[in-house]
């Protein structure tokens, strides 16, 4: 995939990337997160967090419209990080029950076992889907 974007840090608590709506975009997605890990000293994260946008990335990818995403990992307090994706579709993500047999349908189930918390904001234009992540000992 050829994309012409690089992170960016928006203040000194948040780096976003925009980047194609495509499956080949969950790499540079996870590389955002692992950057961003690693320059805040939350390296015990970045697993789960990886995981997490993974997702993210793919459940945007399958569902929106647009030709481009947006990646935003950003600080909500000392240990503890907000990963979301923002997209143009006003589609809310529904967490289902899949059968025994669904391909399809456990992402946001695996978002909420590894996740803090998650939920979605609906903008003017979209929705932005997130998660949080806290290390051990973060009330």
């Known amino acids: 995939m050829n994309t012409t974007t690089s992170p960016v840090e928006t203040d000194a608590g948040a780096y976003t990337e925009t980047l194609l709506r495509l499956p080949e975009s ?12 690693d320059s805040w000293g939350l390296p015990g994260l970045t697993e789960d ?15 929106a419209r647009a030709d481009w995403i947006r990646v935003t990992v ?14 143009k579709s006003r589609v809310l993500p529904q967490l289902r029950t899949p059968g025994l047999e669904d391909v399809r349908g456990r ?4 978002i909420d076992e590894l996740s803090d918390r998650w939920g979605t904001d609906p ?3 979209g929705k932005r889907v ?10």
């Open 26 to 37: 969950a790499p540079p997605a996870r590389r955002l997160v692992e950057f961003a890990l």
């Open 49 to 63: 967090a990886t995981l997490i946008v993974s997702e993210l990335v793919a459940n945007a990818v399958r569902h």
């Open 107 to 110: 992402g946001l189930h695996l």
């Open 123 to 125: 903008l003017p234009w």
């Open 130 to 139: 997130w998660a949080e992540l806290r290390t051990d000992g973060e009330q």
């Open 74 to 87: 950003s600080r909500v307090g000392d240990r503890r990080v907000r990963l979301a994706v923002v997209d």
